[in-house]
C-alpha cells in the first residue's frame, strides 16, 4: 500500500491541525493497522498513535492522550490525525503507517519494525 500524507503546516502553541494519510494499492485498508509516528530533529522516531481495525484497539503515547485523535475513512482509504492544543514540543516531521495484518498487539507496541509501509511525512512547527 502507498501513502501519501498531507496537512502539515506551522502552528501557535494552543493550535490544532489535522492531518490526513492517502492510502492506495495494496489490499483494502480494513486489513491494516494503521499508525503515525513523528521524529523531532535530533531524536528518534515516536510512535504517537496507532488503531487496529480487526480488533478496534487504539493507541496514544502519553504526551498526546486527550489531545490528538487517530481515525480512518475504510471506504475512501484515508487516515487522520487531529492534533488539538498543540504545543512546541510537537514540532517534528510525521508519518503515517500501515502494518498488513497488524492487531492490537502491534498497536501496544507501536514500532516502526511492524509497520511495512510509511508515507513521506508532513512537516508539523509549533512555534509563536
Known amino acids: 500500500v502507498q501513502l501519501v500524507e498531507s496537512g502539515g503546516g506551522s502552528v501557535q502553541p494552543g493550535g490544532s491541525l489535522t492531518l490526513s494519510c492517502a492510502a492506495s494499492g495494496g489490499f483494502a485498508l480494513n486489513s491494516y493497522a494503521v499508525g503515525w509516528f513523528r521524529q523531532a530533529p535530533g531524536k528518534e522516531r515516536e510512535g504517537v498513535s496507532c488503531h487496529s481495525y480487526s480488533d478496534d484497539v487504539t493507541y496514544y503515547t502519553d504526551s498526546v492522550k486527550g489531545r490528538f485523535t487517530i481515525s480512518r475513512d475504510n471506504a475512501k482509504n484515508m487516515i487522520y490525525l487531529q492534533m488539538n492544543n498543540l504545543q512546541p514540543d510537537g514540532t517534528a516531521v510525521y508519518y503515517c503507517?500501515?502494518?498488513?495484518?497488524?492487531?492490537?498487539?502491534?498497536?501496544?507496541?507501536?514500532?516502526?519494525?511492524?509497520?511495512?509501509?510509511w508515507g513521506q511525512g508532513t512537516q508539523v512547527t509549533v512555534s509563536a
Open positions: 503507517a500501515a502494518s498488513f495484518g497488524g492487531t492490537g498487539y502491534v498497536c501496544y507496541r507501536t514500532q516502526a519494525e511492524d509497520f511495512g509501509s
